[in-house]
């Protein structure tokens, strides 16, 4: 819980840096790293290339709302939350529903990867909620 309660403390700025580095590390993940090893995943090294393409919108889009400071944040960032819960949903139909090749590495990996950023679109939407009276201050 201390985690929990250490990131709703954070400044909105840092809460978009965060998930700008978390969607530039996923990025680098899916683009550089996992096509290497795609036939142990059982997936196709287009299908990593194309959800690289996607996160890195996202990286351009938190990383831009970093830089720019908004004084209407949380609907940023309750907009990235989204997004990241659609990145959860778009990957597990391609990856489970829609690539009958998916070794179990590549569902392990995957179901864990849309975990993880669920749980990241929670504290958002959380942080965003918190936050929802102080829509016009300052980042």
């Known amino acids: 819980m201390r985690f929990v309660e250490k990131y709703m403390s954070l400044p909105p700025k840092t809460i978009f840096l965060i998930?700008?580095?978390g969607a530039i590390l996923t990025c680098i993940i899916l683009g550089l790293i996992l096509p290497i090893f795609s036939s142990e995943f059982g997936v196709n090294q287009s299908?990593?290339?194309q959800l690289a393409t996607l996160v890195s919108c996202y990286?351009?889009?938190?990383?831009?709302?970093?830089?720019?400071?908004?004084s209407r944040w949380v609907m940023y960032l309750q907009f990235i939350a989204v997004a990241n819960l659609v990145y959860?949903?778009?990957t597990i139909t391609l990856i489970i529903f829609l690539n009958s090749n998916t070794t179990a590495v590549g569902?392990?990996?995957f179901i864990g990867?849309?975990?993880i950023i669920s749980l990241i679109s929670f504290l958002e939407f959380s942080?965003?909620?918190k936050n929802k009276a102080l829509r016009t201050s300052s980042i």
């Open 19 to 21: 998930d700008a580095i």
């Open 47 to 49: 299908i990593f290339y």
């Open 59 to 70: 990286f351009l889009y938190s990383i831009t709302i970093f830089w720019l400071k908004p």
């Open 88 to 90: 959860c949903i778009v």
């Open 107 to 109: 569902i392990i990996y």
């Open 113 to 115: 990867e849309s975990v």
């Open 127 to 129: 942080y965003a909620k």
